[in-house]
């Protein structure tokens, strides 16, 4: 049971184009939703992360969309540059268990120059 | 500071070995996880360990065991290797009340 489901899987955008991924999750006690970068052959990375009190986060180009009556989160990513192709995970975790990340089925994203 | 390191980065097995894959962090963290990736899964969680001398299972824990050597090593072991293991594993680790967790490079693994 993937209680995160992430989509699209796969995802091709030009460059400066706005890429938005989107995940949504079953379980209400969430309470910590970050979004992982991962490069070939490297371990994923945090890239930003928000909590349901607010609504939006922004971090450079980056930003989380947060609706928690639909229980759904999305990441935007402002004039995309080929640096940015990788892949994305969302995930999501409960306060007071032990951090455990439940992530969600991934994204590869490439941004054609 | 190295962060999170990972042994061996790449190894074949036959169905049936045993192996451990070994993880050591530097950042002087308590908490320490156990991953495998594959492909349209993300990763999910096979062990955890939220403090040294503790370790509890996570999603998928069938087939391993861990052992949390001390503060910074956390270590996996494969006691009878089957295909269906095939996978990246990576080791992670975060401060205790914190949520960030910092990811090893991963171990390539292929169990024939």
Redesign the interface.
Known sequence: Q?Q?K?SP?SLIVQKGGIPIINCAYENTAFD?F?W?QQFP??????LI?IRPDVSEKKEGRFTISFNKSAKQFSLHIMDSQPGDSATY?C?A?LENA?????????TRLMVKP | NAG?TQTPKFQVLKTGQSMTLQCAQDMNHN?M?WYRQDP??????IY?S?SEGTT?K??VPNGYNVSRLNKREFSLRLESAAPSQTSVY?C?S?EQN?????????TRLTVL
């Open positions: 993937q995160v992430q899987q910590y970050p992982y052959g490297k371990g994923p990375a945090l992360a995970f995930a975790s032990g951090n455990m990340l439940t992530f969600g089925g991934g | 999170v908490s996880y349209g899964m993300g990763l999910r969680l955890y939220a509890d996570g999603e990576f992670a975060s914190t949520d960030t967790q910092y990811f090893g490079p991963g």
